[in-house]
């Protein structure tokens, strides 16, 4: 029986995912979950879909656990709590208001936070950003009596919030800097099949300029003002245009600070008493053999369960493949890989049928697969990705090749 004491600052899939793993993993010391938010550790993917629908998703579905989850394993939750500093010499949490946690493993979990836009008329009542549970309360409440919401940013959070509002009957337009939607995230192929599919729902889109000043009567918004000088009405504003790593308590701490938190193969910060976990965690990524920081559950679920594994005396490196999803109308978008750097596509299957897949190369060798609509393409690139097999483009082309079975071959099991 173990008498360290676990703090985990950060509420969300990361934080209370490593609490759940600690435990499963029979680890019986002290747990205590720091969260800013009064609301108890709930999902965030579903706060853009089905929680904006006419007929949301009902909110004791987004809970992560139970109510009586936490104090059945005997998981100190603190809602409501602010972490203010880090005292690593003495190895405490000084939360808000001047309580101090003794911590033996400190686990940061500290998310992100919305980028917003410097721009005149950004302070308006209705412009809101989407990131947590409140936020999406405003918003669905707002789509209610709305007419045009204009999303500022075409990634997966502005364009599941079009889809959202147009199955509300309210009018989407999206507008961004880039070139092409979701242009960071999916290939070229991807991301105009789905430009095209919304546009076909009604969506306006509005690529390669950006908002310059968001107009207002009497507090509430009118409309906006693009940077080529177009000015169009909108009631609502949703400010998409990313987010930044939470990364202000660890740097005031003095621990290494890149594109998030700093860690290593096994998630440990330059201070091996803490770790970092989730969106804020900057990491090897084994596949790709580059550092990143992904903001998706699957990340998040498996830094935690990495980390718990690691506390509880099992210690093993990341090695887990990156895989996302998007819900926008009747298109599922399921990627597995990471697409930086790709310079080749292959695709496979119909557009017309809304049932393909992408599959992105990268110097010859498979680096990701883009799949609509063909949930068994994605399983099957993951299990290629994690095993490091990767048929040849050629292979990929050809109509005959079975992707499923080449990928059974490579004997990758997916978690």
């Given at each position: 029986?173990?008498?360290?004491?676990?703090v985990v600052i950060g509420a969300g899939q990361?934080?209370?995912?490593?609490?759940?793993?600690?435990?499963?993993q029979g680890f019986t010391g002290p747990v205590?979950?720091?969260?800013?938010?009064?609301?108890?550790?709930?999902?965030?993917?579903?706060?853009?879909?089905?929680?904006?629908?006419?007929?949301?998703?009902?909110?004791?579905?987004?809970?992560?656990?139970?109510?009586?989850?936490?104090?059945?394993?005997?998981?100190?939750?603190?809602?409501?709590?602010?972490?203010?500093?880090?005292?690593?010499?003495?190895?405490?949490?000084?939360?808000?208001?001047?309580?101090?946690?003794?911590?033996?493993?400190?686990?940061?979990?500290?998310?992100?936070?919305?980028?917003?836009?410097?721009?005149?008329?950004?302070?308006?009542?209705?412009?809101l950003v989407l990131r947590g549970l409140d936020?999406?309360?405003?918003?669905?409440?707002?789509?209610?009596?709305?007419?045009?919401?204009?999303?500022?940013?075409?990634?997966?959070?502005?364009?599941?919030?079009?889809?959202?509002?147009?199955?509300?009957?309210?009018?989407?337009?999206?507008?961004?800097?880039?070139?092409?939607?979701?242009?960071?995230?999916?290939?070229?192929?991807?991301?105009?099949?789905?430009?095209?599919?919304?546009?076909?729902?009604?969506?306006?889109?509005?690529?390669?300029?950006?908002?310059?000043?968001?107009?207002?009567?009497?507090?509430?918004?009118?409309?906006?003002?693009?940077?080529?000088?177009?000015?169009?009405?909108?009631?609502?504003?949703?400010?998409?245009?990313?987010?930044?790593?939470?990364?202000?308590?660890?740097?005031?701490?003095?621990?290494?600070?890149?594109?998030?938190?700093?860690?290593?193969?096994?998630?440990?910060?330059?201070?091996?008493?803490?770790?970092?976990?989730?969106?804020?965690?900057?990491?090897?990524?084994?596949?790709?053999?580059?550092?990143?920081?992904?903001?998706?559950?699957?990340?998040?679920?498996?830094?935690?369960?990495?980390?718990?594994?690691?506390?509880?005396?099992?210690?093993?490196?990341?090695?887990?493949?990156?895989?996302?999803?998007?819900?926008?109308?009747?298109?599922?978008?399921?990627?597995?890989?990471?697409?930086?750097?790709?310079?080749?596509?292959?695709?496979?299957?119909?557009?017309?049928?809304?049932?393909?897949?992408?599959?992105?190369?990268?110097?010859?060798?498979?680096?990701?697969?883009?799949?609509?609509?063909?949930?068994?393409?994605?399983?099957?690139?993951?299990?290629?990705?994690?095993?490091?097999?990767?048929?040849?483009?050629?292979?990929?082309?050809?109509?005959?090749?079975?992707?499923?079975?080449?990928?059974?071959?490579?004997?990758?099991?997916?978690?």
């Amino acid at each position: 029986m173990t008498t360290d004491r676990v703090v985990v600052i950060g509420a969300g899939q990361a934080g209370a995912g490593v609490a759940a793993a600690l435990r499963e993993q029979g680890f019986t010391g002290p747990v205590t979950v720091v969260g800013r938010e009064s609301h108890a550790p709930y999902e965030r993917p579903p706060l853009s879909k089905a929680y904006l629908a006419a007929a949301p998703l009902d909110e004791q579905h987004l809970a992560l656990r139970t109510g009586s989850w936490y104090a059945d394993h005997d998981v100190a939750l603190r809602l409501g709590a602010h972490a203010e500093e880090i005292d690593r010499g003495a190895r405490t949490v000084r939360l808000a208001g001047g309580e101090r946690l003794d911590y033996d493993h400190l686990v940061l979990a500290t998310g992100t936070r919305p980028r917003t836009l410097p721009i005149v008329g950004a302070d308006l009542d209705d412009v809101l950003v989407l990131r947590g549970l409140d936020d999406a309360r405003a918003l669905r409440d707002r789509l209610d009596t709305a007419r045009t919401v204009l999303t500022v940013g075409a990634g997966f959070i502005g364009l599941e919030v079009a889809a959202a509002a147009h199955k509300r009957g309210v009018h989407p337009v999206v507008v961004d800097v880039a070139g092409r939607v979701m242009e960071r995230a999916v290939t070229p192929t991807t991301s105009s099949f789905v430009a095209d599919a919304h546009r076909a729902w009604g969506t306006e889109l509005l690529l390669g300029t950006g908002i310059t000043e968001v107009l207002g009567h009497r507090g509430r918004v009118s409309g906006a003002v693009t940077t080529t000088g177009v000015e169009f009405g909108a009631d609502l504003v949703v400010m998409a245009v990313g987010v930044a790593p939470e990364v202000r308590l660890a740097e005031a701490a003095g621990l290494d600070i890149g594109d998030g938190v700093m860690v290593d193969e096994y998630l440990r910060t330059s201070d091996p008493a803490i770790s970092a976990v989730g969106d804020c965690a900057w990491f090897p990524e084994p596949v790709s053999g580059r550092r990143a920081r992904l903001e998706s559950v699957q990340a998040a679920a498996d830094h935690s369960r990495c980390v718990a594994a690691r506390i509880a005396g099992n210690p093993e490196p990341y090695t887990a493949v990156p895989w996302f999803w998007t819900h926008q109308g009747d298109l599922k978008l399921q990627i597995a890989g990471l697409g930086t750097g790709v310079d080749t596509e292959v695709l496979r299957g119909d557009p017309s049928t809304r049932r393909f897949a992408v599959l992105g190369y990268r110097e010859g060798t498979l680096a990701t697969v883009e799949s609509i609509n063909r949930p068994a393409d994605h399983v099957a690139a993951r299990r290629l990705l994690a095993a490091g097999a990767s048929p040849s483009p050629d292979q990929a082309g050809d109509p005959a090749f079975d992707l499923k079975s080449f990928a059974a071959a490579a004997s990758a099991p997916v978690s």
